[in-house]
């Protein structure tokens, strides 16, 4: 049974910084990629950033150049370092593992972690 686990959330100042990791227990194939999502009770849930199975990183605009992904396949980890964190931020932050893809567009993935709370105050 796959279980992922979120650490590193936390409140912050704007302009400040946070790392978040996720620890995967279980197996997940090398093709299976990851990311990392964020959700507020206002919006729905957004991708912020993955990393494919072919090692491939991407970045939603809002957090393209602040944030950095990073995936450890040894210690099964997916980190996400968050620089210059803005008001915006503040959302819970989901780990995702393994792409589903419907008509070849990733449209979610297999296995979520249980959300990390992320505030960042101005």
């Known amino acids: 049974q796959v279980q992922l686990v979120e650490s590193g959330g936390g409140s912050v100042q704007a302009g400040g910084s946070l790392k978040l990791s996720c620890v995967v227990s279980?197996?997940?194939?090398?093709?299976?990629?990851m990311g990392w999502y964020r959700q507020t009770p206002e919006k729905e849930r957004e991708l912020v950033s993955s990393?494919?199975?072919?090692?491939?990183?991407s970045y939603s605009d809002s957090v393209k150049g602040r944030f950095t992904i990073s995936r450890d396949y040894a210690k099964k980890t997916l980190d996400l370092q968050m620089n210059s964190l803005k008001t915006e931020g503040t959302a819970a932050y989901y780990c995702?593992?393994?792409?589903?893809?419907?008509?070849?567009?990733?449209?979610?993935?297999?296995?979520w972690g249980t959300g990390n709370q992320v505030t960042v105050s101005s």
């Open positions: 990393s494919m199975y072919d090692d491939t990183t």
């Open positions: 279980g197996y997940i194939g090398r093709g299976c990629g």
């Open positions: 995702a593992a393994c792409e589903i893809y419907r008509g070849g567009n990733l449209v979610g993935y297999s296995y």
